[in-house]
């Protein structure tokens, strides 16, 4: 079965510095890996994901994400931090080849906080 | 519609009593998940519905839950005989599923479920 973690409850960035969240992720083949972003009182938004292809992938403002196969990760990144960019951000994996089901897994979240 | 719609927005309801949750996706798609996100915790996958196919409820924490998709459109989750620990964010989420289901999902905004 998939699985996913991310191994930071939080992290804090000055603006204007590049930023990090960490994903690693466990699944029986090549995964499917996304990123979804809940800002405070707001429902969950897709981010990006990785599919198949380029291991960068870029997704809604500014995020970009690089899927390591050798180290089973997909850290979301961005060059230059918002204070906006404050939310809590998911990591998910699925299993193309559906052996854990058809689902989604969702890591715990990563609460980013951005300091002006 | 355009979005994935969820209702009520927020409940209230007395230990032991039954609700409904309901969910209307995004027309056309044809996958539809129910998660919940407890306070401080993560995204739990509850159950899927994926076109006329058998639903995938290795998800539900006890019998207590049950949902159901009708017409292949709207789903109802309820909670039968309400517990303090039900009171969660219930949210609803539908995608296009192709082959693979390389889709990302759109979300709705969530049913707060508060058990009193």
């Known amino acids: 079965a998939q699985s996913v973690a991310q191994p930071e409850d939080q992290v804090n960035v000055a603006e204007g510095n590049p930023l990090t969240v960490k994903c690693t992720y466990s699944?029986?083949?090549?995964?499917?890996l996304f990123w979804y972003v809940q800002y405070p009182n707001r429902g969950l938004q897709f981010l990006l994901k990785?599919?198949?292809?380029?291991?960068l992938v870029k997704g809604s403002y500014g995020f970009e994400a690089e899927f390591n196969k050798s180290q089973t990760s997909f850290h979301l990144k961005k060059p230059s931090a918002l204070v906006s960019d404050s939310a809590l951000y998911f990591c998910?994996?699925?299993?193309?080849?559906?052996?854990?089901?058809?689902?989604?897994?969702f890591g715990a979240g990563t609460r980013l906080f951005v300091k002006a | 519609g355009a979005g994935v719609s969820q209702s009520p927005s927020n409940k209230v309801t007395e230990k032991g009593k039954d609700v409904e949750l309901r969910c209307d996706p995004i027309?056309?798609?044809?996958?539809l998940y129910w998660y919940r996100q407890s306070l401080g915790q993560g995204l739990e996958f509850l159950i899927y519905?994926?076109?006329?196919?058998?639903?995938?409820k290795s998800g539900l924490p006890s019998d207590r839950f049950s949902a159901e998709r009708t017409g292949g459109s709207v789903s109802t989750l309820t909670i039968q005989r309400t517990q303090q620990e039900d009171s969660a964010v219930y949210l609803c989420?539908?995608?296009?599923?192709?082959?693979?289901?390389?889709?990302?999902?759109?979300f709705g905004s969530g049913t707060r479920l508060t058990v009193v």
């Open positions: 989420a539908s995608s296009i599923n192709n082959p693979g289901g390389a889709s990302g999902y759109t």
């Open positions: 699944v029986s083949g090549n995964p499917y």
């Open positions: 990785y599919i198949t292809g380029d291991n």
């Open positions: 998910a994996v699925r299993d193309p080849l559906n052996t854990g089901g058809f689902k989604t897994i």
């Open positions: 027309s056309g798609h044809t996958a």
């Open positions: 519905f994926q076109g006329n196919s058998a639903p995938d």
